[in-house]
């Protein structure tokens, strides 16, 4: 027995001090205070913030095509991988459905807009010209469509669009996959330049307490803590919405899959304050994507699911997007029909797919559907521009946990989820680190150049599937 012990030690759990969270948490305290006693300075760190998110940005591209590249050519044929694509969009178009209509639901409820008797005709609208005007791409069909192909195969890549991405990378894999034997090699290269890409993430991620700095002074700073108070129903009603939405409905979902959605977000953490402090989906994908592999779903699923998801899964966005409107119609005193919301509903079941397309994502997809409606003001979003930073920091975690989530149905769906390897990830994450070598972890499925080989087993010991 003794030998049995010492052959697997238990890890002890990391100082707190060795904990990047500890210092984002303790960075974002920071950036508050600093906000709050010192603006001018706080103004001034805005660089910070920026600098990293950029610098994440810059990542994302390369990052996104090497999974799903990976992830389609992992697939033991086209079926498989259409089969998974098909089941991750229901996913996520349910899950955006759920969203959009528990926003409008509690919206209705709370009514967090009436009695505030706004003249639209007084307000000021020249400070979200510049998101109305970017909104425009999106309220057409048509516009919509021709903004995914990219003028290049590098525009794709420079432009940070991410739905062009999307687009290029599909393209790539499918025709690198019918290229058979010939096109393994590349594929296998492909995926070796992923390991190399999570090792530049891991070391920018040291500057993840900066950026988080960075942000949070400068939104304090510039807005201050008592700007909020007359919104303050707002956002208390959203942030409860969320929470709503992530312990019930997601809750469900992840204990059909077997977990406990409190275990699952322990795990996240990290990608949590990070969220929190800078405000960006774009800083936590990488981790995510990497911590969703090494979690026992097959690499495969997450390379599809999760950047797809980036684009098309943003149930905290979709929540904030039918709530703003709401707001807006109640505080301007605008009548709006069942009939209205239900088309309010439908046209954002579209439009919301566009949000990581543009910066200011929902500010924009926002000011694009309320110009499609024709009855809702659009100069209303004047009274949102200032707590509408407070508020992305809700929208990136629900949207992070909700395509997590999804990854996890979708593997499970699919027979590719090791619930050992799962459990023992969420009940000791502490054994568990998230380092770039992480992506050639034996325990999770990975690309092989003659082969993918993934083993699934449910929580009694089964064998469910195995793809060869």
């Known amino acids: 027995m003794d030998q049995a012990v010492a052959s697997n030690p238990v890890k002890k759990r990391k100082s707190i001090f060795k904990e990047l969270y500890f210092y984002v948490l303790s960075s974002i305290v920071l950036g508050i205070l600093a906000g709050h006693y010192f603006p001018e300075f706080a103004i001034s ?9 950029k610098i994440i940005k810059m990542m994302i591209g390369p990052v996104v095509f090497c999974a799903i590249v990976s992830g389609i050519c992992s697939m033991d044929n086209m079926r498989s991988a259409g089969r998974v694509a098909g089941k991750t969009i229901l996913c996520f178009m349910v899950f955006t459905l759920i969203s959009l209509t528990l926003g409008l639901i509690i919206a209705n409820v709370t009514q967090p807009g009436a009695g505030m008797n706004v003249d639209p005709s007084t307000l000021d609208t020249s ?3 510049g998101y109305v005007t970017s909104g425009h791409a999106l309220t057409s069909v048509h516009a919509f469509l021709m903004n995914i192909i990219p003028t290049s195969l590098v525009s794709a890549f420079t432009s940070g669009d991410t739905l062009q991405v999307l687009l290029v990378s599909i393209m790539f894999a499918i025709s690198l996959f019918l290229l058979g034997e010939k096109g393994k090699p590349i594929a296998q290269a492909i995926q070796n330049a992923s390991h190399i890409l ?31 108070s007359g919104l303050f129903q707002l956002m208390a ?5 969320c929470i709503i939405f992530i312990v019930v409905v997601l809750g469900l979902i992840t204990k059909y899959c077997g977990f406990s959605i409190f275990k699952l977000m322990r795990y996240l953490k990290e990608e949590i304050f990070i969220a929190l402090g800078t405000g960006s989906s774009e800083s936590i994908l990488p981790r995510a994507i990497e911590k969703m592999s090494k979690m026992g779903c097959s690499r495969s699923i997450v390379g599809l699911v999760m950047p ?10 979709a929540i904030s997007l039918t709530m703003s409107a709401l707001f807006i119609a109640q505080a301007t005193n605008t009548e709006i029909t069942f009939a209205h ?3 309010l509903l439908l046209l954002m079941l579209i439009t919301s797919k566009g949000a990581a397309a543009v910066p200011g994502a929902a500010f924009v997809v926002l000011a694009s559907t309320l110009e499609s409606t024709g009855y809702i003001p659009v100069a209303g979003m004047v009274l949102i521009l200032g707590i509408d930073r407070f508020m992305t920091e809700a929208r990136v975690i629900t949207n992070l946990i909700g395509n997590s989530v999804t990854t996890l149905l979708v593997a499970k769906w699919e027979g590719v989820l090791d619930y050992k390897l799962a ?7 502490q054994n568990y680190p998230l380092t770039a070598e992480s992506a050639t972890n034996p325990t999770t499925a990975h690309l092989n150049p003659t082969r993918l080989q993934v083993t699934s087993v449910t929580p009694t010991g089964n064998k469910l599937a195995e793809m060869a």
Do not use: E
């Not at 950026?211 to 201050?224: C, L, P, R």
């Not at 797809?308 to 966005?317: A, D, K, P, Q, V």
């Open 45 to 53: 760190m805005k660089p910070l913030g920026d600098g990293f998110i």
């Open 127 to 129: 400070a979200i010209q």
């Open 198 to 228: 999570f090792k530049m993430i891991g070391l920018i991620m040291y500057l993840a307490p900066l950026g988080a700095f960075g942000a949070m002074a400068f939104t304090v700073g510039k807005f201050g803590i008592s700007s909020l």
């Open 237 to 241: 009603v959203f942030y409860i919405t």
């Open 308 to 317: 797809t998801g980036y684009s098309f899964n943003l149930t905290g966005t």
């Open 341 to 343: 919301q239900v088309y």
């Open 423 to 429: 459990n023992d990830v969420l009940d000791n994450p």
